[in-house]
Each structure stands twice: as structure tokens, then as C-alpha cells.
């Protein structure tokens, strides 16, 4: 039995320790639960299929995944009897014109043969839209992925801690200094990684989401996540409250105030797709969120540490069987991601 130090426990940490625990490894987790953790300010969208990036090393990771996502998840619910709001209720993908609409169609089908938890794809008519989110706009041609989910990060953060002293870790809200521990270090800090490991470079953005609340609409309490135009995204939180996101803002601070701009941003944008309903705003939810300057994690050495980082806005979709490939790799057990494709 080794002993592992994890140096903070956002979603990349808490998964690695979980999984170390699953292979009966002594596991420490270190935590000072600052404000602004990427994990818990994330709209927690798994739908990596109709991403356009090209980056085949980043599809491979998060197509691996979205397919891990419903087996990690029963299995810890299971073993906590916790509630994670994973859901899979697909995702629908909006376009500005039925021209956009069929190649994005034809693009995302194309994926289907090499991952067929997407389930079907379907190139949705205005009619048919409605059927799906009666609250929509039918302005954008859509297509529906079958296999699109979300997952709250913060409850699933909450069931992976629960997990993780169940199976016998010890959970630290502290900090610690890495040089003072014996044993595998493992630094998994997101946007704070820069105070101990010179490799990678880490820098962050500032993501904020809006909550809306829609009135006199039809209720849609199993709505499917949407994803907008450009960048934006919508995601269902209760019945007819939802969040709407990002703000992307390059940043060196921890700036956890809201922004007034950025809220009305949203707001502005969120009134594209509810033309027909009354909005009211909510809360804002502000993370920051990791990046390297290759925009892939980085999973590898870097000195004395190990260092899982750099995670970015797909998050939530890779760390899950980051934690798996990465407690697989430490212990001497056969991978299925080539992890030295992320150092």
C-alpha cells in the first residue's frame, strides 16, 4: 500500500482520491476550500460530441468521459446513497440557419460509429423542438443529442467527499506545504496550482452564470440542456429556473464580486431563446477555471509532484476518468488513455 497526498480537492482531486481509495491505496486530501473553485460555479453540461475543437488528444479524453459518466455515477451514488443531479436528458444544439443546421447534423452523426452512448441524433423541425423544450424559441434550427447530460458539481463534489472518507481517506481543510510530506504527492490546485509547480503554467479565466427565473411558462422540469449560440449555454436547475453562461475573463485576480455588465450580458443573451416569457434574474455563480497554454490538461510529473491541472470548461466531463486513468497509472495498472498525451 503507497500513501498519496492530494493537495486540493476540486473535482480532478477529490476523483483521483476516490479511485486510489477503490484500489485500497492510503489516501490524504488537502483542502483550504477557497472561494471561486471552478467545480462549484460550473453548468456541468457532458456533451462532448458536438464540440468543433479538433484537438484529438482533448476529444479522446472527453469522449472517454461522457461514456465512463453513467457507470462512475451509479456506483457512487450507490455506495453513498447521495444525489449527484446527474441526469441524462439530452441536448439540444441551436444554429442560426437550417443551412448551419444540416451540417452540424451531418458532423455530429459522423461521431456516432466510434461513440454510441450519444445515442440518437436528430435534426429537429420547429414542431419538434417545441416537443422538447416548450419554452424555446423556434427561431434556431436545432439538433437533439440523445446521450447529452449535466451533473451538479457542487452536490457531486458533496457525494465524492462522502465517498472518500467512507472508503477510509482522511480530508484535511488546511494547507499544507508539499515539501513537508512524506509519500506520492499528488497537486491538483486549479487556478492556485502557480504556488508550488513551476510546470505547467497555469492561468485562468473568471466564468460567470446567471440564474433566470421564467414566469407563466410551461413547466419543463426534465428539459434538456441547450447549447446556444456561439458560446452560450442553458442549462435547467429546477423547474423553470435556469443558468445561463459564460462570461469568459482573462484574469490574474480572485475577484469574487458580480459584475453588473456581465450580469446584464447574460441576461441580454438568455432573452434570445425565452422571447415569449417573462424573465426575472437570480443569483450569479462565478468559478475560475484552470488553463494551460496548449488548452489541454496536463497530467504528469512536474519535480517531486504529480500534477493533474488545467482542466478548463470540460471539467467536469474529464475528471471523472481522469481520476480512474490516473489512480490506474500510479498503481501499475493498465490505462486506457495514453496518458503521456497530456505531458
Known sequence: MTTYHIIGAGIAGASIAYHLLQLNQK????????????????????????????????????????????????????????????????????????????????????????????????????????????????????????????????????????????????????????????????YTAGAWSNEYAATPQVRHQRAELLEVMLHEAPLADVAPVVMGLGPMYIVP?????????????DTTSFNMNDSPENRDYLFTQIKRYFKETPLKKGISSIGFRPLTDENLPYIGPSGQLFVVNGLGSSGLTAAPVIGREVAHYLTGKKTVLDLTDYH
Not at 139 to 160: H, I, K, R, W
Not at 237 to 249: L, P, Q, R, S
Request: hydrophobic letters at 35%; one cysteine or more; aromatic letters at 10%.
Open 237 to 249: 436547475t429546477t423547474k423553470n429556473h435556469y443558468m445561463i453562461g459564460t462570461t469568459h475573463e
Open 27 to 186: 489516501v490524504f486530501i488537502y483542502d483550504r476550500d477557497d472561494i471561486g473553485q471552478a467545480t462549484k460555479a460550473s453548468a456541468g453540461i457532458i456533451c462532448p460530441w458536438t464540440s468543433q475543437r479538433r484537438n484529438k488528444k482533448w476529444y479522446r479524453l472527453v469522449k472517454e468521459g461522457a461514456k465512463y459518466y453513467p457507470q462512475f455515477i451509479d456506483e457512487l451514488e450507490a455506495l453513498t446513497d447521495m444525489q449527484t443531479g446527474y441526469r441524462q436528458r439530452g441536448a439540444l444544439c441551436l444554429f442560426k440557419d437550417d443551412y448551419i443546421q444540416g451540417l452540424a447534423y451531418e458532423r455530429i452523426k459522423a461521431k456516432q460509429k466510434e461513440a454510441p452512448e450519444m445515442g440518437k441524433v436528430l435534426k429537429l423541425t420547429a414542431e419538434e423542438l417545441t416537443t422538447y423544450h416548450p419554452s424555446m424559441t423556434t427561431e434556431y434550427p436545432a439538433v437533439y443529442v440523445e446521450g447529452g447530460a449535466q451533473v451538479n458539481g457542487f452536490s457531486l463534489l458533496t457525494a465524492l467527499k462522502q465517498a472518500i472518507i467512507q472508503l477510509g481517506g482522511q480530508w484535511h481543510t488546511q494547507s499544507v506545504n508539499p515539501q513537508t510530506l512524506d509519500g506520492t504527492i499528488i
